[in-house]
Each structure stands twice: as C-alpha cells, then as structure tokens.
C-alpha cells in the first residue's frame, strides 16, 4: 500500500531542492505568523501546523480556520464545488487487544510494547473555500500587537539558557551548554535577533540533560542536519505560537541537500522530525507557566 502522504512528501522535498523549505515560505511576503486553527479554534499541532500555514498562505487564504467536509456540514456551510482541500496528518495508534485511538499529530509519544502507530493523511478545508460560512470563521482572532509582544518575550525570557552575546556568528556550544549570539544591534531587525535566539534554544532544549537528542555533533554530517531541521521546523512551530517570523540562517543553504537526501531515503525523517520540533517547542514554553498562558490569550 503507498503512503497516502507520498505526493505531498515529493512537493516537499521539490521545494527544499528550490531552496524554499514551506515552514518558512509562509511569512516571506510579510505576513504575520498565526497557528491555524480547527473548527472548534484549537490549534493545530506538529506537522500540521506548518503544513497548513504553509497551505494558507501559498493559497492566499486570510482565514486560519480548517474544516473536514463533515466539519463544514456541521455549521451548514458545505465545502464549495470544484474548490481542492489540503493534506493533514493523523496518527493512530493499535493496540494488540483491538482497541484503537487517535495519536497526537506530532507523533510524541512512547514506545510501549504491544503498540503499533501509523498514520493516514485526510483532507481539510480553508474556512475561505466554504458556501455562506459564518463570518466568525473567515478572519483571524482579533490579537492585541501589545499582548503578543509581551506573550513573545516572557516565553523566550522565561528560557534558562546561558547567552553570551558578541562575535558573528550564532550557535548553541554543546560542551559548554551556551547559546552564542552577535549582539542585537548586528541583526536587520529586533525580530530577526530573536527568531535567531529562538532558532539556538531550540537546540539548546535538545541536550543530554534535557530532551537528549544526539543525532549528531559534527558540522556538515547527515546526523547534525537532522538536528537542524528539528531546529528550523521548531524555530517555525514557536514562531505561529508567538507570531514570530522565522529567520534565514546564513548556514540555511549547507543543509538544503542533505535534507533533500534524507527524506528521499526516508521520506517518514519529516514526520519524525517535526515530532521532536514539537517536543522541544512544548519543552520550552513551560519554563513560563505566565509565558503559556500570556500565549493563549494573545493567539
């Protein structure tokens, strides 16, 4: 059976090869970062939160808003005709005795005995592509610049990362367990520095003493390009919780063919990926119990 997902993998990876990863893509036209929403205003999780931003915008839609076909009856706005939906994620889980339940997107669970998880993708739809859909739907919440800002900065603040700042050059340092990064002043914009500092404490949640992901240590190999691609699918997942554009890395080019080469050879590395993203983003937000809830009520 192939995977239900494989043409959107191809997509992908043709755009990585373009050099337009779609977790960033999203905000190169000015946007503003913002989590897309399930119909009953959730948001959406792991992979499909950058997938479906990433949908939004290469569409146009305004709305952050995402229906099955059987959502959208629900509220007596049946999906247009002719209008083609976008590809999400679900995994499942079974287990031996026969029971069956629905898995988190991101995939973040165990590896308990006696359980098998899959995934299958389904089909949703833009609030936008909907007939006579109820205003409420078709425009973002309403969020106070004010609000967020604050929400943004007691997340990162709240982050008990060591930074020395100064230099040219941004890198978490392993052995010493600290962030590097060129003064605030070096970077275009104050959001450019902290979509920078966010990208390093993604990487700074994934030590041995933390979430321990040690893929690999060594610049340029395969296994620290995956460790960066955790890192930019993190840096973009924090950044639709804080409305937060992600930053172009300098090094982003070296990566663009591993990653390439490594979901050819094994197109589920996104998925996995994006599991552990998800892992670190959660990881960090609760070091701010205030900073959690200050991005709720600014979302």
């Known amino acids: 059976m192939s995977n239900p997902l494989e043409p959107l993998m191809a997509d992908i990876i ?43 915008a290469a569409r146009g839609f305004a709305s952050p808003y995402w229906f099955t076909f059987r959502q959208a009856l629900t509220i007596s706005a049946p999906v247009t005709k002719g209008e083609k939906g976008s590809p999400a994620i679900l995994y499942k889980t079974r287990v031996v005795d026969g029971r069956e339940v629905a898995e988190p997107e991101d995939g973040a669970g165990g590896d308990e005995a006696r359980v098998l998880r899959y995934l299958r993708g389904y089909t949703v739809f833009n609030a936008e592509q909907l007939t006579d859909c109820p205003e409420q739907y078709l425009r973002a919440p309403k969020v106070d610049p004010a609000a967020r800002e604050a929400a943004r900065n007691a997340v990162l603040d709240a982050i008990p990362a060591v930074i020395e700042l100064g230099g040219g050059s941004a ?8 962030i590097r990064l060129p ?7 104050v959001d450019d520095f902290l979509a ?9 949640s994934g030590a041995e003493h933390r979430l321990n992901r040690t893929f690999g240590r060594r610049f340029g190999d395969q296994a620290y390009a995956f460790e960066e691609l955790v890192a930019e699918i993190g840096a973009a997942a924090l950044g639709l919780r804080i409305g937060l ?4 890395l300098d090094d982003h080019a070296a990566y663009l063919a591993h990653w390439a080469k490594i979901l050819k050879d094994r197109p589920s590395a996104l ?4 599991g552990h ?20 009520q600014a979302a």
């Open 14 to 56: 043709a755009r990585i090869e373009r050099g337009v990863p779609p977790w960033r893509q999203p905000w190169v036209g000015g946007g503003d970062p913002t989590s897309p929403l399930r119909s009953d205003g959730q948001a959406f999780t792991g992979s499909n939160a950058w997938l479906l931003a990433f949908a939004g």
């Open 171 to 178: 890198f978490y340092q392993r052995d010493r367990d600290i």
């Open 183 to 189: 003064p605030p002043e070096a970077f275009r914009s």
């Open 196 to 204: 920078t500092k966010a990208h390093e404490q993604l990487h700074w």
């Open 245 to 248: 554009r992600p930053q172009l």
């Open 271 to 274: 998925l996995e990926a994006s």
């Open 277 to 296: 993203a998800q892992r670190a983003v959660d990881h960090l937000i609760a070091y701010s119990q205030a900073g959690s809830q200050a991005v709720a």
